[in-house]
């Protein structure tokens, strides 16, 4: 295997070059000698083992080096066309990527699904969303934060009698994207409808990256010429004077589209180009805005009451029809951003993924023997949480005490019961860590040093233990000492840990029934964060 | 002279191609015809005047073709190297680009330095800064929007026991820009001490467009690996999964350094890429960060209680020696981002120039007579404003008497007096609603028709009307009838307009003295928005 050697090392995971809290690097690339080599690279158990020329040493993991294990998304930070469906209106004929806002709030596949559309199709439309004032702003909270604009925080789409912008007259509007004055340009728009009574006032939206793409295809030169334009959007009103230089179609450091800005309203003069080279833009720029305008690109459809519609300002352009002065017509909007929408996502699908590891984990290895008790492992820790719930404990502790031996998992039980204290404890919290806050992995992290603990102030605790139990006091270390439990009852969690430890001792009754793994669901669910 | 004739089309000025109340655009470039073409142009009086095939008549000013006249910055949106100021330690020997807080909140020139030192080093300090928890959003709102992030709306630099970032530890940092995992990144950050007790702990700053103008200087194929190679930057904890690719060297579309990130820390694993690749693309990032560690580009300085360092955090790469834990520090910081200051920096610059053109046109065309009375028209304003002002009245109305013949300037009150209305009083508020709200320029609209209402409703007024006065009522149309007097009085702003008017009429004495319009500077400053 030919690989490159600071590349190599820049990947090293271990704890003295990456911060196992946070996973951030601890060196700098400068810290690496010159002449950086690989002395001897070993192969064994999955992993890769790598003694440097500076006696570092490194371990990587075999399917580290399976590309696709890292890039979930398969496609870089997902805002290139690349990992984007493009598509035209006929694509939608069977209706628009939708959810309820009720469903969308409680679950979170519902949430995932709505905002995997906003990525993957550049729009999604929630109904049924609150008519009430402000209630953009919560619908961008849900995902991330509200980008405040000259436009305030949230702005409000109706006629107004002298408008900074064309937005807030009633004339139709051209498929277009926001603020391409802005630098950096808000990447999210979002569009509440509160009241829709007007004649026309319906939304279009066009894909830009599409059209973008479609012009790539039918005039390579004419989309070469608008990716090296720099073109000078420009706003002004009285409190306002913006300017971004930015081309019409912007793409990446290897040529793919990854952003578009379409607003002739607020295109400047472009200066300092040659007369040709301004006849090169302008065929460009119109034979891209005929594009646009193709009918069969253009998708549309009338928001109503409560329809909120979330769309990616530097994908997709929208537009409006005309509509009556006279009828009543509200939206409110407001802008927001990609990267958190996409944070969002990403969180959401490992909390799912964590929740599915945590049920296989119940149902598979959680089957096995538990030292020597006479429950299972699953059974013993879902009687504990059954327990904590049936004393009406919060749910943290709830979650704690269904989870506290989770470090048992992985096959390592049975070192404990050879001899060795495995520290289960800290192995779970550490593993919980990634997804639960430390009102839950505290207690679980002190769970066994609350048994220390109990055996030393309370002498009729350890009279009860099982005898497995017993056992393995001895391995962790026996009863504290008078000073240790001082230290012991001192530290944040301490009281939590006891109890969690009181129904550990209880949950190993052959007897019991107890609900499945997925009767926690919903509460892990809320505990996520 | 050859002009390319849609580029020509586009920016036509006309009150039907834009829209005179904001500037925007009122056509597609779609709607313009195939084969537009000029059939005759003349140029005459300062102007170029161009018949186009489809019968559209446009009018250009000659400065107009003047390239700087518009490009006020002459560097494009200015965010690029050009119109920079690249630096090294040694520029700042004399002292840093500094103010007084009280002087930069008060006084619109220190505003001006501080943000133009943003802008053009990169960074500025605030000196005086009151140390208060949460002052450093209102510094960022002195200029722009607060951008939200996972770290929040504000976030505090001091040692956490459970860090999700080596800021909040008591490590030294080396240089680099934050939050490059975002996308869009925040273009500037905010760091506001309220204490610095500890050992070290001193803040560095290095020009980054400079770093990369060496690198590009030194090593032309190594800056090329860095502007063309996109770089996974990740940051993951609990509940945030951020990825952003980009280059460490943004370029714009013809090749100026546009944007640097560079944080060592935060570097994922570059896939996809041949050793070949991984090679040259660690062996220019290995140059590039040497260079960043050049001791004569690093800028040390230490911030103390009160001090506010503002930065571009997408040129600047920042750092921090170590400190003892047991030292007390804390900063606050924020994010937001540059098109908002450039947008405040350049209406300071355009208020600035108003001030002075309104003083101009006082001490110069202001001398010339005023339509027949004793005084000048200068002396007639001022007098008119100083009324006010000795009334009590409140300051959009100073500023309405003050300004309200200002319509009468430019060369055209020859015209009332040889008959014609020249609607001075639109002209007048037209052109001050390029600064002034309504409540300044719809009295001045309307003081013309509130002679004719108080003819009409004060039988007394219209006696002790000026001789010019009585002759100008003619050409305005005279006393107005019941109805529009009725209506008159229904309109928003008529009784200031009234008001203004009553000491218009007054404002003819010669034998009174009057401030100069030096005077009335601070409080036309305060008006403007």
Redesign the interface.
Known sequence: M???P??LR??CPCDGCR?P??????????D?PEDLAVVESTEAGGVLEVVWSDGHRSRYPLEWFD?RG??E?GA????TEQGKRLWRAADFARGLPEAEWSAYVTEPAEQVAVLSAVRRFGFAVLRGVPEVEGQVLKVAETFG??????YGKLFDVRVEA?????AFTSAAI?PHTDNP?????P?LQLLHCLRNESDGGDSGLVDGFHAAALLREESPEDFAVL????V?F??????????????LIGV???GRIREVRFN?????????LS?AE??A???A??RF??IT?RPELQLDFRLGPGDCLIFDNVRLLHARTAFEQQGSRHLQGCYA????L??TL??LG?RATALDAIEELFDGEGAGEYLGEAVTMAQHMLQAGALAEAAGAPDHLVVAALLHDIGHFGGSSLELMQGQDNRHSHTGADWL??????EVTEPIRLHVAAKRYLCAVEPSYRAQLSEASEYTLQVQGGPMDTEQAAAFAALPGAADAVAVRRWDDQAKDAAVATPGVEHFRPLLSRL??
């Open positions: 030919s690989l490159s600071y590349w820049d990947n911060d809290r946070n996973g951030q690097k601890l060196f700098q690339i400068t690496l590309e890292e890039d998304q870089g930070d997902g805002r934060y509200v980008r405040e604009t000259n002298d408008p900074n912008n064309l051209a004055y802005r630098d950096p340009v990447t990716t090296r334009t720099p000078p420009v706003f002004r009103d009285r409190a306002t004077e913006l300017r971004a230089e930015q081309p990446d450091a290897v002739n309203r607020s295109i400047g003069t472009l200066r300092g007369t301004l006849d833009f302008y065929a720029y119109r805005a005929a305008l951003d990609l990267d958190s996409a944070s990403a969180v490992r860590a990634r997804w639960f806050g430390p996520f964060g």
